[in-house]
C-alpha cells in the first residue's frame, strides 16, 4: 500500500496510461490514413482525370464534338465544290450552245476562255493565250467604225475595255479566215470587276453579220438598179410619147413608117431592160 501511494510510483503509472492512450491513438490514425490512401485510387480509377485538370469523359465530348463540325465543315466544303462544279458545267454547256462567239481576257490582256463559235468565227483552234492583236492580226476596222479622229487599229480600240475603263460597243470589222473567207463581226467588249472593283478581266461578245451586210449591199444594190431602171424607163416613156406626137401630127407615110419602127425599138428595148430586172430579182430571191 505504502507503494502505491508513493508518488513516483503514481507517476509512473500516470505515464504509462497517458502512453497506452497515446499508442492506441496512434495506431487508430495510422489505419484511418490507410483506409484513405486506398481508398483514394480507387476514386481516381472510377473518375479519371486528364493531364490538363478535366475529367476525360468531358474532353471526349469535347473531341466528339469536334469531330462533329470537322464532318459538318467537310460537307459543307463538298456541296460548296459540287455546286461550283454544276454552274461551271452548266454555264460551259450555255457557252458551247451560243451562236455567238464569246472569249474572256484575263488582266495580263490574254484569252483564257473560248467558246466553239468565238473559234470557228475567228479561224484558231485554240486562242487560249493569244492578244488582241494577234487574235485580230487579219481582221481590219470598218471605215464608218473607226471614223475620223477615232482609233487607228483594232487594239486601240478595244484598250478601255481591257483596262476596266468603260464598255466598247459596235465595234465592226472585217475579218478574213481560210475557211469562211471574209466575215464581217461586231465586237462588244466588257469589264468584269470582283467585289472589291478590281478587274477580273474582259468578255468579248462577237455575232457575225456578215449574212446582214450581205443583204444590206444587196439590197443597197437592187435600191441602185431600180433608181437606174426607173430613170431609163422614163426616158424610154418621154421617147415614146415624143414619137407618138410626131406620129399623130404627120401626114407624110415614109415619116409615119419611121416613127413606128422607132417606136417598136423603143419599146423592144424597155422590154429586154424589165426582164432583165425580173430575173435578177428572182435570183436574187432565190439565194437569199
Known sequence: MNLLMNPMVLRMGLLLLAGGAAFVFGAFLIHRLRKDLVAEPESLNKVPISSDGLPVHAYHAVIQQ????????????????????????????????????????NPSRLVRQANSAARKLLGFASPIGMSVAELFRSA???????????????????APALSGELAVHGLVIECATRESGNLVLEVTASPVFAEDASLLGTTFLINDKTEIERIRQEGQLHQEISSEMALGLRNSLTTIAGYAQQLAQTRDPELARQLADDIASEAARLDRTTVRFLAGAKTAAAGS
Do not use: W, Y
Not at 470537322?70 to 461550283?84: F, T, V
Not at 470598218?142 to 480600240?157: D, F, K, N
Open 66 to 105: 469536334l469531330k462533329q463540325q470537322k464532318h459538318e465543315l467537310s460537307a459543307q466544303q463538298l456541296a460548296d465544290r459540287r455546286r461550283a462544279k454544276a454552274s461551271d458545267t452548266l454555264s460551259a454547256t450555255v457557252l458551247a450552245n451560243l451562236s455567238c462567239g464569246v472569249l474572256f481576257f
Open 140 to 158: 481590219t476596222m470598218r471605215p464608218e467604225t473607226s471614223g475620223a479622229g477615232g482609233p487607228t487599229s483594232i487594239e486601240e480600240a478595244l
